[in-house]
């Protein structure tokens, strides 16, 4: 399968390409994914960065604007799971979160 990989990150091609936000929003995205998630995925913060209770996978979420970013981290190896906007985020973590 062909994989996206950036800051650590690797992401599914078509996962990648699947989330088509506007421009400034990816560009908004990739700086935070630069950011947070190649020096400290697991630091959490007030609304930035949530360690998920009650999960096994995925664990992590950034938040960047209207956009969430769920991803796993192993190591120094950072999983990005999916990117998906705010009102698609819950249905999404139904869909595929495990719980532990």
Same mark, same amino acid.
């Given at each position: 399968?062909?994989?996206?990989?950036?800051?650590?990150? *690797?992401?599914? !091609?078509?996962?990648?390409? %699947?989330?088509?936000? $506007?421009?400034?929003?990816?560009? @908004?995205? $990739? %700086?935070?994914?630069? *950011? #947070?998630?190649? #020096?400290?995925? *697991?630091?959490?913060?007030?609304? +930035?960065?949530?360690?998920?209770?009650?999960?096994?996978?995925? +664990?992590? +979420? !950034?938040?960047? =604007?209207?956009? +969430?970013?769920?991803?796993?981290?192993?190591?120094?190896?950072? %999983?990005?799971?999916?990117?998906?906007?705010?009102?698609?985020? %819950?249905?999404?973590? $139904?869909?595929? @979160? $495990?719980? =532990?």
């Amino acid at each position: 399968m062909d994989q996206y990989r950036r800051a650590g990150c *690797t992401i599914p !091609l078509a996962r990648a390409i %699947e989330c088509r936000p $506007k421009a400034n929003v990816r560009a @908004g995205v $990739k %700086e935070a994914l630069e *950011t #947070h998630l190649r #020096h400290e995925p *697991t630091k959490t913060s007030r609304s +930035r960065i949530k360690r998920l209770r009650g999960l096994s996978k995925p +664990r992590y +979420r !950034l938040r960047v =604007e209207d956009v +969430r970013v769920f991803y796993d981290v192993a190591g120094s190896t950072v %999983e990005v799971l999916a990117i998906v906007s705010k009102p698609e985020a %819950e249905s999404w973590l $139904k869909q595929f @979160g $495990k719980a =532990e």
